[in-house]
């Protein structure tokens, strides 16, 4: 890595996924690549002060992946940094952010929701809409195109008629897992978000197959996606 960046500093674009011997050091030396725009650190082994030292450093940064990421015990203080720092953040994927809560989500959204795109939060198992952070969202990011709150089970429909409403340019939702929804609010999800390609309501208990079977009659140019593991997920 400090070969990259003694002799790459107009790089733009990198991906280190899957990097697992990247240890403290290289991390250190990536933060030197101050022009970065796109940095995909997928399934690393960074660290919370690594990354937030990459985050400080690299500020014209406007996709950054830290999917799986499982050695960053504070995703809150990431949080803090990307809200500080990256002004020009449109898509970030923090799938499995085990220690990101509610504050850390409202931080971000707060500051850069104006300009989100795609936004992965999936498995965030600290994440909880009792405290009305996905609606905060949906008020916040209005430009959303791609949602995942995957395997979140705190998901209401309160949050699907504030993502209607307010983010009406979603074309990917994915709320598998949402054991509360409602088919109305669906419904609404359906009929306000127009361009909407992708809706994935697996495992959303209170939603049916007929259900789904008629909203695929009514929104063909919507893939709806629904499935069931066992009988613990009735149909």
């Known amino acids: 890595m400090a070969a990259i ?21 290289g991390f250190l030396e990536l933060s030197r690549l101050i022009r970065l725009q796109r940095l995909n650190l997928y399934r690393t082994s960074v660290e919370t002060i690594e990354a937030v030292n990459i985050i400080r450093n690299c500020k014209d940064l406007c996709r950054l992946n830290m999917d799986s990421c499982s050695r960053v015990d504070n995703f809150d203080e990431v949080a803090i940094a990307i809200a500080e720092n990256l002004n020009n953040l449109t898509s970030l994927n ?12 409202s931080r971000i959204v707060d500051s850069c929701g104006g300009n989100l795109i795609q936004l992965d939060i999936g498995w965030c198992s600290e994440l909880s ?20 709150l995957t395997s979140n089970r705190t998901v209401s429909s309160a949050d699907l008629e ?20 409602t088919p109305a609010s669906i419904e609404s999800l359906l009929l306000d978000c127009r361009q909407l390609k992708l809706l994935d309501v697996s495992y959303c208990l209170q939603i049916e197959f007929l259900h789904v079977y008629n909203w695929r009659q009514q929104y063909p ?12 997920y009735r149909r």
Do not use: P
């Open 129 to 148: 809409a009792a405290m009305g952070c996905f609606v905060n969202l949906a008020r916040k990011c209005i430009r959303l195109r791609v949602l995942h």
């Open 5 to 25: 960046a003694d002799t790459c500093s107009y790089l733009i674009e990198l991906n280190i996924q899957g990097c697992q011997q990247l240890r403290r050091d």
């Open 94 to 105: 923090l799938c499995r952010a085990k220690s990101l809560t509610n504050q850390g989500l």
């Open 162 to 181: 504030a993502l209607a409403t307010w983010c009406q340019d979603l074309e990917q939702v994915d709320i598998l897992g949402a054991m509360s929804i």
């Open 221 to 232: 140019h919507v893939q709806i996606k629904k499935s069931f593991m066992n009988s613990a």
